[in-house]
């Protein structure tokens, strides 16, 4: 069983800040800013691509809820993150959303995605409609 199966089981200790049926929202224990908090559903999907729609709202009614309550710590504005796979930095194989506040006078950037790259954009939109 997974670390985030076992928080939302209650299994592991866990700083909780949201939770209802289908969702639990805690603090991540290797934060990027004051508040980072992750939403996770309670059951086991892989990434957020497997989560079914109905969770997939309740998922997005708690980052609402959260950014909310992080409001207390006045950031600047949020990142809100799902890595899908671990080429694309997901460390943990269960579904998350990351909520990092943002603050002006942090040290860190905000997240960055690298540089862009040169793509004949005609043909992308071809292949995908």
Do not use: W
């Not at 934060?31 to 059951?43: E, I, Q």
């Not at 997901?90 to 942090?106: C, L, S, T």
């Not at 004949?120 to 292949?127: C, I, Q």
């Amino acid at each position: 069983m997974c670390i985030f199966c076992k928080i939302a089981k209650k299994e592991e200790k866990a700083y909780v800040v949201y939770e209802n049926d289908n969702v639990i929202a805690f603090l991540d224990i290797n934060p990027l800013s004051k508040g980072h908090t992750l939403v996770v559903p309670k059951d086991h999907y892989e990434n957020i691509l497997e989560v079914p729609s109905d969770i997939a709202k309740d998922l997005h009614e708690a980052i609402k809820v959260v950014c909310e309550k992080l409001k207390v710590f006045s950031p600047d504005g949020f990142n809100i993150v799902s890595n899908v796979g671990s080429k694309a930095g997901q460390v943990i194989m269960h579904a998350h959303i990351h909520v990092i506040p943002r603050y002006k006078d942090e040290e860190g950037k905000p997240i960055s995605f690298g540089k862009p790259i040169k793509v004949d954009l005609e043909e992308v939109y071809k292949a995908l409609v």
